[in-house]
């Protein structure tokens, strides 16, 4: 049974006349004759009786015209539906990010496009690097972001936006004391750092042993599994740490943490996606978005709410 034969059943139920049928559906007479007559023939049962040189649909095409008519209906309301998606209106645009990310950077971004296409739902989840990088190889999300680098040749990377790693301590820390801070006091000092795995704990790194302190050399007191409690630590002394910019706001401008005199350069965030999975209408619109935003603000304008 095709959709084809249903739309040309309900149009000779409805007019009880095969001739009209075919002149309102555009159709040659022959053609849907044939058509009433493959579906009769394809179960075995008749749905209109002749009468005369006439039809008259019988009780068992008046039970099957309420099911046709639901049937065609649903096919439109999924026609419908595509062209929803294919026009922003419908969807959900699925996104998972680091947490650095996903607590300070990208927020703005969501309500912006929320603002822009308030028909699509968001699903947003958290982890660090390794977990966004592997949820986007296996097609949990659309679109990943990332503050680390990583190495999956499937996965394509473009730079999106940034951010600024911070050396913090807490106000009586020795260091803070000191107007010119060298390699040689980091690696001697004790640090509270993220776990192995999240992008901030491998951008420090990286960057550190770019300045002369290999992360083999600094010595590590505590190891903790989000910014915030690794600020915490800081902020009680129990070592020196390296958080986003945005992490450290907050305190820096509160004076439970002061800055170290240790200039980091910036770092690029990442937005990921797979190379073989066709994006859909919706995360399209939203890596769109972001490149238009991240072109106004680098030309000085004010970024989105």
Known sequence: MTLEQLRIFIAVAERQHVTAAARFLNLTQSAVSNAIAALEEQHALKLFDRVGRGIVLNSYGQLFLVEARAVMARAMQAETLLADLNGLNAGTLRVQASQTIV???????????HTLYPNIAIDI???????????????????????GAVSYPLLTQ????QDKLTLIAAPNHPLGKQHIITPQDLMQAHWVAREQGSGTRSSLEKTLAKA????????????????????????????????SEYVVKSALEAHTVIPLKFDLPARH???????????THAANAFLAMLRNQQATQLKGATPPP
């Open 212 to 243: 002369g302190c290999p992360a083999h050399a600094l010595h590590i007191s505590m190891t903790l599994p989000s910014n915030e409690a690794v600020l915490n630590a800081a902020q009680n002394g129990i070592g020196i740490a390296g958080l």
């Open 269 to 279: 965030f990442k937005v990921l996606h797979h190379k073989e999975r066709r994006p």
């Open 125 to 147: 989840q958290s982890g660090n690097t390794k977990d966004v990088a592997e949820a986007t190889l296996q097609g949990a999300c659309e679109l990943g972001f990332i503050e």
């Open 158 to 161: 473009e730079n999106i936006g």
């Open 103 to 113: 607590s300070y950077w990208l927020p703005r971004y969501l309500a912006h496009f």
